[in-house]
């Protein structure tokens, strides 16, 4: 790099890279059967369980969902949707504006929750109190699962759905691999393709 005619013996050298640890998905039973259980999340304070709900059927990340407003959740139109926003925090990623339809559990809460859940607003994330819940009431599918795990199960379902991968990108926030062509799909459209792969 600095031209100094140096040939360093890196060669050889191999760097071990180890599996990366990721989330397991909870399995819809699991969602169904245990964390929307009647009464399951009673003693959890409002605001996350309205967080933790609004999860099941957006796969967004906690953050993000924690700085949700009246402004960027959209309950009185054709499509009811959030709109993930920077609104006071960065978002992880250039892609991660975007806007998700609300459909099953996660539209019922919103509807509770019109103006989002400012207690967690100014956290940097609502997870910590989430998951010590999840985990002292047995609401964990293993002891590898967190409340991240509904994002990975959110993207499951999607895949069962056969849902295209540039739209399941576009609405986790994810980069593609190639250049984006166009807007992508509509919101109509994913909100049609939701149908198959939610949480009611």
């Known amino acids: 790099m600095k031209r100094l005619n140096l040939e360093l013996p890196l060669g050889e050298l191999s760097f071990?890279?180890?599996?990366?640890?990721?989330?397991?998905?909870?399995?819809?039973?699991?969602?169904?059967?245990n964390i929307l259980a009647n009464g399951a999340l009673l003693h959890l304070n409002d605001e996350a369980r309205g967080l933790l709900i609004g999860m099941i059927n957006t796969g967004y990340r906690p953050s993000e969902g924690a700085t949700l407003t009246r402004q960027t959740i959209f309950l009185d139109t054709a499509i009811p949707h959030i709109s993930i926003e920077p609104n006071g925090r960065q978002l992880k990623t250039p892609h991660s504006?975007?806007?998700?339809?609300?459909?099953?559990?996660?539209?019922?809460?919103?509807?509770?929750?019109?103006?989002?859940?400012?207690?967690?607003?100014?956290?940097?994330?609502?997870?910590?109190?989430i998951n010590k819940f999840l985990k002292d009431n047995g609401l964990l599918e293993s002891p590898q699962h967190s409340m991240y795990s509904l994002r990975h199960s959110f993207e499951d379902r999607m895949l069962s759905a056969g849902i295209d991968e540039r739209i399941r990108r576009d609405i986790f926030g994810h980069t593609l691999n190639r250049e984006r062509y166009g807007h992508g799909a509509s919101l109509d459209h994913v909100a049609l393709l939701f149908s198959c792969s939610v949480c009611r």
């Open 16 to 33: 071990k890279q180890g599996e990366k640890n990721t989330r397991p998905p909870f399995s819809v039973s699991w969602i169904k059967n």
């Open 97 to 129: 504006r975007r806007k998700i339809p609300l459909t099953g559990v996660s539209l019922e809460v919103f509807r509770e929750f019109p103006d989002g859940f400012p207690r967690y607003k100014k956290q940097s994330a609502p997870s910590a109190t």
